[in-house]
């Protein structure tokens, strides 16, 4: 898994953006967390309003796993340690259903809302939106 921040050269007021590519993998969360963290305390994290949103384009992950939603999930940590939040941009479907699935779609910036950077994903045939866990009511013929 690699990330770079080509955004933050070329523009002095875009925001700061990770880009992660490539297969998810622990082992790159460290270096990925000391990046953002490097990246937050330079000049262009001090010139962020507080509370501002890190962007991070993941739309070039390959494979989706816990592995790459616990890594997402320490970023978001970072983020906010440094009172920023982290907004994730070009998430596949698959990991939109996972961060979904442990509860994890709000923490990381995850937004129900679908756009072109963040397509949901398409329902099969007789598939029905049941809503997240915490918004239904169950079901007793389930």
Same mark, same amino acid.
């Given at each position: ?6 955004? +933050?050269? =070329?523009? /002095? &007021?875009?925001p700061?953006?990770l880009?992660?590519?490539? @297969? +998810? ?16 305390? !330079?000049? =262009?994290?001090?010139a962020?309003? /507080? ?6 384009? %993941? !739309?070039?992950?390959?494979?989706? &796993? ?11 940590? %970072? +983020?906010r340690?440094? !009172?920023? $939040? ?5 998430a /596949? ?19 129900? +809302?679908?756009?072109?950077? $963040?397509?949901?994903? @398409?329902?099969?045939? !007789? ?5 997240r ?6 079901? /007793?013929?389930?």
């Amino acid at each position: 898994m690699e990330a770079n921040a080509p955004e +933050a050269s =070329k523009n /002095p &007021d875009a925001p700061i953006t990770l880009t992660v590519t490539g @297969p +998810a993998g622990r082992t790159a969360g460290s270096d990925l967390c000391a990046e953002l963290e490097s990246l937050l305390a !330079g000049p =262009k994290g001090a010139a962020l309003a /507080p509370g501002a949103a890190v962007e991070c384009d %993941v !739309g070039g992950v390959l494979g989706p &796993d816990l592995a790459l939603v616990e890594v997402l999930a320490r970023l978001a940590l %970072v +983020a906010r340690r440094n !009172g920023r $939040t982290l907004r994730l941009r070009r998430a /596949p479907p698959g990991l939109r259903a996972l961060l979904d699935l442990v509860g994890l779609a709000d923490a990381v910036g995850l937004t129900d +809302a679908a756009g072109p950077d $963040t397509a949901a994903a @398409p329902r099969g045939r !007789g598939q029905r939106d049941r809503g997240r866990p915490q918004d239904r009511v169950p079901d /007793p013929r389930e």
